[in-house]
């Protein structure tokens, strides 16, 4: 829950701010001209802010669509992110975000229609090709759902595109409001997981892993294409009966011949972004980790990579069909 709210001046009659501000009449609101004010400034200390985020309500002017990061996504031939909201409501200690921006408020963008307008611009440039569009970047989609109403307006806009897929990354529950539509071939939502002594650890706040995969049933019982996402796997001393265990609780109530698609990557960060987290939490035992740096990534060994991808792979291939199967090449 957030504590405070800022908003831009200029959207104080958006109708989307308006529904936001009633819905969170009961919390202080201050006025701002550009978001940046208070989301941009050095020497604030995330960490800090993470216990009590404030929400800024805002519009993103430009970049509402970018290029996705090479390796990023299912393997199409264009590949697009954009995000609706920066930062997430969930503490995860390895998330690369803590170490990209210098705050942990939840900034929305409510010009929803200007971000339509760049993604109908973006696949209109690749006709009768098929375009990946990506949320969850940087943020979780459908987390904040029930306040953003996201999946209102751009899974109809995403329907309406015949070249347009999106990808919808969770690791959320808030499926209610895709349930009361009907389902869209080309919007996939895709359930992020990590086995149950990593989810303890290091996923703060992430709903339980069986009330996830209740989650994805419903939505695959209602006709929705659903993805997995191993990603990442984390390295304990236990991590191949812990991960062996994962698959067992989520097959054990999904049928994996109806995913869409199935993803598996390891802990990895930049350099930058690693060296900011552990300063933030220096007493985390996963950043005390044997970790080698190559090409800009810090990542475990690569023996130690090697091995625990193709454990994992082979145990996971055991379940699924390997067209479903997309190995995450992308670096965080």
Request: with cysteine.
């Amino acid at each position: 829950m957030v504590s405070r709210v800022y908003i831009e001046s200029e959207l104080r009659d958006h109708p989307r701010a308006r529904r936001l501000l009633q819905r969170l009449h009961k919390l202080p609101v201050t006025e701002i001209e550009f978001y940046g004010e208070v989301f941009n400034p050095r020497a604030q200390n995330f960490r800090l802010q993470k216990k009590n985020p404030a929400l800024i309500i805002a519009r993103k002017n430009r970049g509402q669509v970018l290029a996705a990061p090479d390796g990023y996504g299912l393997g199409g031939d264009f590949n697009y992110y954009f995000s609706h909201m920066l930062n997430c409501i969930y503490d995860c200690r390895y998330c690369f975000l803590q170490g990209m921006y210098q705050s942990a408020h939840q900034v929305l963008f409510v010009n929803y229609e200007d971000f339509g307008e760049q993604i109908r611009q973006t696949a209109a440039a690749h006709p009768h090709r098929p375009v990946w569009f990506y949320s969850g970047y940087d943020c979780d989609s459908l987390a904040n759902e029930p306040m953003t109403r996201f999946t209102e307006y751009f899974v109809p806009l995403i329907a309406s595109i015949d070249n347009a897929w999106m990808e919808l990354r969770t690791k959320s529950t808030q499926v209610r409001s895709m349930l009361q539509m009907e389902p869209v071939a080309r919007v996939v939502t895709a359930f992020s997981f990590s086995d149950r002594f990593s989810h303890s650890k290091l996923e703060h706040g992430v709903p339980a892993i069986d009330k996830r995969v209740d989650a994805m049933r419903r939505l695959l019982d209602a006709g929705w294409p659903v993805g997995l996402r191993f990603d990442p796997v984390v390295y304990h001393r236990d991590y191949q009966n812990a991960f062996v265990e994962l698959l067992q609780q989520v097959f054990a109530k999904i049928d994996a011949s109806r995913l869409h698609s199935v993803s598996l990557g390891s802990f990895r960060l930049t350099r930058d972004h690693f060296r900011r987290i552990s300063r933030l939490y220096p007493e985390e035992p996963l950043f005390a980790q044997n970790m080698q740096l190559d090409n800009g990534i810090i990542s475990y060994p690569l023996e130690r990579e090697q091995a625990m991808i193709e454990f994992c792979e082979a145990e996971l291939m055991k379940h699924i069909p390997a067209e479903s199967y997309h190995p995450c090449e992308w670096h965080g």
